[in-house]
């Protein structure tokens, strides 16, 4: 890396990058997640470098950028996944309605059930379509009885749009479900704790063009009740589901803003390079 490239890196992380938060967030209302300087290292091997994003209800923020870019290894950090790793170690300032996720009082079941995570392989457990949704709830104390926990599980499945598909089969097992039918079950347990911001680590990448767009159409339809962050690796639809884009390179956050500003005029060359497909 050039002395030029990571001045220009260091760029996006200098004192201004409070006000250009700022200005990018300008009647968005307060974020429901804030970043600040954060690194993440593996053993020796830093893998994130003095990231600062905002992540807030009103607005769909993907996360883009070549493979190992980091993107999914900074998404990690927005509900402490990374604690899983031992090696994995993380700086900076990372905050959910202004609360330090990573103090020590912390719980971290808690934390989870309030950023609950999609994975990039639909993951559902080996039970029922109903107790897939219903696990949570129980666990987390989220249901006084059984009428109560009935209402959770059609709820979500609701605004999963799989309760016209599985409402006559709910004791059938969430793993018989198409990929497709899978990764919603899996967004509908995310959403049956009440969450407050839900990450989707590539959530259509094993998906069919079909299923990617009901999960597309999804995103869409639960904007704003909840704050989402996507990591994908497919531009359009990074373009298609998002109002906030962020752009990777080699563990830095090279460009974030506006997605249509992003994708037609961005800032730094690099953006524009990656876009219009010269690397990556």
């Excluded at 200098?14 to 307060?30: H, K, M, Q, V």
């Excluded at 719980?107 to 039970?127: I, S, T």
């Excluded at 990777?248 to 992003?262: K, Q, R, W």
Aim: charged letters at 20%.
């Amino acid at each position: 890396m050039t002395d030029m490239q990571t001045a220009e890196m260091a760029d996006n992380n200098s004192p201004s990058t409070e006000s250009t938060l700022s200005e990018i967030s300008a009647g968005d209302g307060p974020p429901k997640m804030t970043t600040r300087n954060v690194n993440v290292f593996y053993g020796e091997k830093q893998a994130i470098k003095d990231v600062s994003i905002d992540v807030n209800m009103d607005n769909v923020t993907a996360f883009i950028g070549p493979s190992g870019c980091g993107k999914s290894t900074f998404l990690r950090c927005l509900n402490r996944m990374n604690d899983t790793i031992p090696i994995a170690k993380v700086t900076g300032d990372i905050t959910l309605e202004g609360e330090d996720i990573y103090a020590p009082q912390m719980d971290v079941v808690q934390l989870r059930a309030r950023v609950g995570m999609v994975f990039q392989k639909p993951n559902p457990f080996p039970k029922s379509i109903y107790d897939n949704i219903a696990y949570g709830p129980k666990i987390h104390g989220l249901a006084t009885g059984k009428e109560e926990l009935d209402q959770i599980v059609e709820n979500s499945l609701q605004r999963a749009g799989l309760w016209g598909e599985v409402k006559d089969r709910l004791q059938d097992s969430g793993t018989a479900l198409s990929g497709g039918q899978q990764q919603r079950l899996c967004i509908a347990r995310a959403i049956a704790v009440d969450p407050e911001v839900i990450l989707m680590d590539e959530p259509c990448s094993a998906l069919d063009p079909i299923a990617t767009a009901k999960i597309e159409e999804l995103i869409h339809e639960i904007r704003g009740k909840y704050a989402i962050v996507i990591v994908t690796h497919n531009m359009q639809q990074a373009a298609r589901v998002s109002q906030r884009t962020a752009f990777f390179h080699l563990g830095t956050l090279v460009e974030y803003g506006v997605t249509s500003d992003i994708f037609t005029n961005p800032v730094q060359d690099k953006t524009r390079d990656y876009i219009t497909g010269r690397y990556g």
